[in-house]
C-alpha cells in the first residue's frame, strides 16, 4: 500500500533556523504521483529575522508577509485541517528537496504555534536530493556538475520551474513533486 505524502518547501529568512524567520511554507498532498490538494501562505512570525541574502533570493516583501501573514498557529491549523480531509492524521511523512533544512523549519512552526510536531510527522522523511545522488551512484542520471539542486534537477528533466521573481514555496514544492516522480519512476514505479 503506497502512503499519501506531504511534499512541503519552505522559504525563509536566512538558513539558521534557530533565529530566522519562515516566511512562507508550501504543502501538498501526494498519493500515488498525484497531487490531491496544495496549501500556501505567508508565516507571520512574532519577530521576523532575517538576512538581506535570503531575502534576495526568495524575493519575498516583508512588508506583504507582514500585511497578508497568517500566525504559526493559525498556519498549523490549516495544514492540520488538510491533513484531517484527507485522512492523514498521524506519522505523516515529509518530502522535500533538501529534506532536513524543511523539517527543520516545519519543526520550528509546530513549536511556535505550541504544537508537537512529533504527534503529527513521521520522524522519517524522504529527500529528493538524497534520492538523486543515489540515482547518480546507481548510474541511472548523470548529475550537471555534479550538483543534485532543485535548479539542475528540473534543467535535467525538463521541469517547468519559473524563478524571474524569485523563490517561491508552492512554486517550488510543485517542482519537488515532478522530481519525486521521475526518482520513482527511474527506480521502476509510477508506471
Known amino acids: 500500500m503506497k502512503r499519501k ?3 512541503v518547501d519552505v522559504e525563509t529568512g536566512g538558513l539558521d533556523v534557530s ?3 519562515l516566511l512562507s511554507v508550501a504543502v501538498l498532498i501526494w498519493n500515488g504521483g ?3 490538494d496544495e496549501y500556501y501562505t505567508l508565516i507571520r512570525e512574532e519577530d521576523i529575522v532575517v538576512e538581506d541574502e535570503a531575502m534576495r533570493v526568495n524575493g519575498l516583501d516583508l512588508s506583504v508577509v507582514r500585511e497578508q501573514g497568517v500566525t504559526p498557529l493559525q498556519a498549523v491549523n490549516e495544514i492540520t485541517a488538510m491533513f484531517q480531509k484527507h ?3 498521524r506519522d505523516i511523512r515529509i518530502v522535500a528537496h533538501n529534506a532536513q533544512f524543511d523539517t527543520s523549519y516545519m519543526k520550528r512552526l509546530w513549536t511556535l504555534a505550541g504544537k508537537d510536531f512529533n504527534k503529527t510527522f513521521s520522524f522519517r522523511s524522504l529527500c529528493t536530493v538524497t534520492g538523486a545522488l543515489l540515482l547518480e551512484q546507481a548510474e541511472r542520471i548523470m548529475l550537471p556538475g555534479g550538483s543534485a539542486s532543485l535548479d539542475n534537477l528540473v534543467k535535467l528533466w525538463g521541469i517547468k520551474l519559473d524563478r ?3 523563490h517561491n514555496a508552492l512554486r517550488d514544492a510543485h517542482a519537488c513533486a515532478e522530481v519525486l516522480r521521475k526518482e520513482i519512476k527511474l ?4 508506471q
Open 34 to 36: 498525484a497531487i490531491e
Open 164 to 166: 524571474t521573481e524569485g
Open 87 to 89: 485522512d492523514m492524521r
Open 5 to 7: 505524502l506531504a511534499i
Open 187 to 190: 527506480v521502476g514505479g509510477l
Open 19 to 21: 533565529k530566522h524567520a
